[in-house]
């Protein structure tokens, strides 16, 4: 099947050609206009064949072969093509579900590719075949595996240009400990067809091939590589990561590859964030060089081994992982753009669809069995607005109860997120039926909101809570600001790269904090002095760097002090005033403020070590949300310029350090 595809593509193409002209013309006009799934009549029929090692399943459109019982995806066929995975790799090593786990228990731990050990039919109708590959974990196996239940779907409908693939992980009550730190579904496509990647409307690009990549000078770490010899000459001197492709979840819906002849697309639509872990904004992995397309479910990424699903104390959890969509297109054009609105088409068309109504798990709760909840959300901060006003625009979500701001590093359960309309407004829709606290945070305000009290969402309840208020934290008038209140730090100083470690796709990009290397350029442009921004003269977006990092003295990494200077008049000596400070990142980093004394011993506030989001070096513009406030007593500022000093004090690495969000000094309240 693998050999000599190109000349059986030639000979396949005649054959399917009249199939498909007489049984369904529409395969073979442009994409856009394929036969949308309602139109099941006209589309060919749903095929399963089932062999001693394989399981194919076909409806005349794609037709996607798994590995027997492991259940793996060893070819997808399309359009003449007979897999557009990377039939080099071995048939396991091509799509799969895979997992990183450890026992503290016994001290093991492992990546694994979850062969499954047991394949059954779920449904074979004229509608839909499901299928599924399990694993299971018995207490005899004592420390042998990992214990998890693993049960993988894959779901083909007729007259779809793809197929979905969904997974259960379960695990009993009473099992032993275990640590799952990443759990993802990945495709290795071929690596002759594919070379043009998108992950948005404006990271597209064509990308360096595995090979480039190995032959490539390996730069901070291993999986950034400067291209220095790729077979695409325009991509020499090229810098090249993985991590230079990240999204948030909240953006990450489609994303894939193109290949130029035949001029088709792969894509990873992921309709939904209710399973992926960390709420709207916890970034990760898309697609990247290889060429390889992802669906990451969880993983540390851009928030730290705390993020793993820690299971303990025989703890019962399930969850299921998608389906994601795995969609193909293509046209007899050559426009990249058309394939990718198209993907983007498909993808809203997939939203629509959510929940969906095909998985057969009852493990999958179909619309009807979950519910709904609407309200208004509302600000007060009487120093921005006398009266109550809307929160525009407003993340608010429900997530397994806990403390304030537990949800972007909550893991076990699933998420159910909107955003508030102009005037505040929310409706979550289609959510599973449980237990849940309402969190909220909104741009251009400082902190979390959590509604006091469970909310609980029965199957088919529409709750109407009405009008929800948060209370801003709030002192005082605002003396000065420096940035925008919103979990980035995206509206600061983002430096060029070092001219020989461009990404060339960022450079006239809105996310050009993905380049390379930026920590080095702080002391390549603070060499001997720290920055010092003046309130009233600098401009946060100029004068103050995105990411408070270390100095590079000669390869020792060394802490840095920032100041902020300003003056105050008519200072209240008897008043308190107050130190906003919110933290878009941390990674290792301790943030120690003074007021007015650099030398101080005990500082006004010290983080002490925090975070391990590592987004400094990933190329992130945030990672984990921190927020700080302190009181500083009037006596300590003067009439007149003062000083606050931050400095970061930990240093050893050039990824050690802070992104902020946000600065505000309040003045002491007023009446
Ligand atoms: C546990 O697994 C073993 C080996 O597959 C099997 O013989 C045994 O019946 C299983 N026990 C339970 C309780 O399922
Ligand atoms: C950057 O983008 C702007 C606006 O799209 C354009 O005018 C400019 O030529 C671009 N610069 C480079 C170096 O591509
Ligand atoms: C630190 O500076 C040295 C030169 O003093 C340079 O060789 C090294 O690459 C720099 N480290 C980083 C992380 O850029
Ligand atoms: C990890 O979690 C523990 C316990 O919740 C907490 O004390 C610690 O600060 C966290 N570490 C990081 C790096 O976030």
């Not at 395969?27 to 399981?55: G, T, Y």
């Amino acid at each position: 099947m693998e050999k000599g595809r190109r000349n059986l593509f030639v000979g396949w193409l005649g054959i399917a050609f009249w199939f498909l002209l007489i049984v369904n013309c529409a395969a073979w006009i442009p994409a856009q206009r394929l036969i949308p799934h309602d139109n099941k009549d006209s589309s060919p029929p749903l095929k399963l064949s089932v062999s001693h090692k394989h399981v194919e399943m076909d409806n005349g459109i794609v037709k996607v072969t798994l590995v027997k019982p492991d259940g793996q995806v060893a070819s997808i066929a399309y359009k003449g093509i007979d897999n557009v995975l990377e039939y080099r790799n071995k048939e396991i090593q091509r799509g799969y579900w895979d997992i990183v786990w450890s026992r503290p228990d016994i001290g093991k731990g492992s990546f694994d590719t979850l062969h499954a050990t047991s394949f059954r039919v779920i449904t074979e109708t004229k509608d839909q075949i499901e299928v599924s590959f399990t694993k299971t974990w018995n207490v005899s196996y004592g420390d042998n595996g990992f214990p998890l239940n693993i049960d993988k779907r894959f779901v083909l409908l007729p007259g779809s240009s793809g197929f979905y693939s969904y997974a259960i992980f379960e695990h009993l009550e009473g099992w032993p400990d275990i640590n799952i730190d990443e759990a993802r579904i990945a495709f290795k496509l071929d690596q002759e067809m594919f070379n043009y990647m998108a992950v948005s409307d404006d990271r597209q690009r064509i990308m360096p091939t595995a090979r480039d990549r190995s032959e490539g000078h390996v730069l901070g770490y291993k999986e950034a590589v400067l291209l220095t010899n790729p077979d695409n000459p325009d991509l020499k001197g090229e810098v090249d990561d993985k991590y230079q492709y990240s999204c948030d979840n909240k953006d990450n819906r489609v994303h894939g590859w193109i290949s130029n002849r035949p001029h088709v697309g792969f894509w990873v639509i992921t309709p939904s964030d209710e399973f992926r872990a960390g709420g709207p904004v916890k970034p990760d992995l898309t697609s990247h060089a290889g060429p390889t397309s992802l669906s990451v479910f969880f993983s540390g990424h851009y928030a730290g081994p705390n993020f793993s699903v820690k299971l303990r104390n025989g703890e019962q959890w399930k969850m299921v992982f998608g389906p994601v969509f795995i969609y193909l297109n293509s046209d007899s054009g050559n426009k990249h753009s058309t394939l990718w609105e198209d993907a983007k088409k498909q993808s809203s068309e997939e939203i629509k669809k959510w929940p969906y109504s095909f998985p057969m798990s009852s493990d999958f709760p179909k619309a009807n069995q979950r519910g709904s909840i609407s309200g208004r959300l509302l600000v007060r901060d009487k120093y921005i607005n006398k009266q109550l006003s809307p929160a525009k625009l407003a993340y608010v979500g429900l997530a397994s109860p806990g403390v304030v701001g537990s949800w972007q590093s909550e893991t076990k359960g699933y998420q159910f997120w909107t955003k508030t309309d102009e005037n505040g407004y929310f409706t979550i829709k289609g959510v599973r039926a449980n237990t849940y606290n309402l969190n909220a945070w909104v741009p251009g305000i400082i902190g979390d909101y959590q509604h006091e009290g469970d909310v609980i969402i029965k199957s088919g309840s529409q709750i109407q809570i009405g009008d929800l208020v948060y209370d801003a934290p709030r002192n005082g008038p605002t003396l000065w600001e420096i940035g925008i209140p919103d979990r980035s730090a995206a509206e600061f100083y983002i430096p060029d790269p070092a001219p020989g470690l461009m990404n060339k796709l960022y450079i006239n990009n809105s996310e050009k904090f993905r380049q390379y290397g930026l920590w080095q350029r702080y002391t390549d442009l603070y060499p001997t002095e720290d920055l010092i921004y003046t309130v009233g003269e600098s401009d946060y977006k100029k004068d103050w760097f995105f990411a408070h990092v270390t100095r590079n003295v000669s390869r020792n990494y060394r802490p840095t002090t920032w100041k902020i200077e300003f003056d105050v008049r008519n200072v209240i000596r008897a008043g308190t005033y107050t130190l906003r400070m919110a933290l878009a990142s941390a990674n290792f980093a301790e943030i120690q403020v003074r007021m007015n004394n650099e030398n101080a011993r005990r500082p006004d506030l010290s983080t002490g070590r925090i975070g391990m989001d590592n987004a400094i070096a990933r190329h992130g513009i945030h990672g984990q949300y921190w927020l700080y406030s302190v009181n500083i007593a009037g006596y300590k500022i003067q009439n007149g310029r003062n000083t606050i000093y931050l400095r970061q004090a930990r240093g050893s690495s050039p990824y050690i350090g802070v992104m902020y969000d946000y600065l505000r000094l309040e003045g002491p309240p007023t009446t």
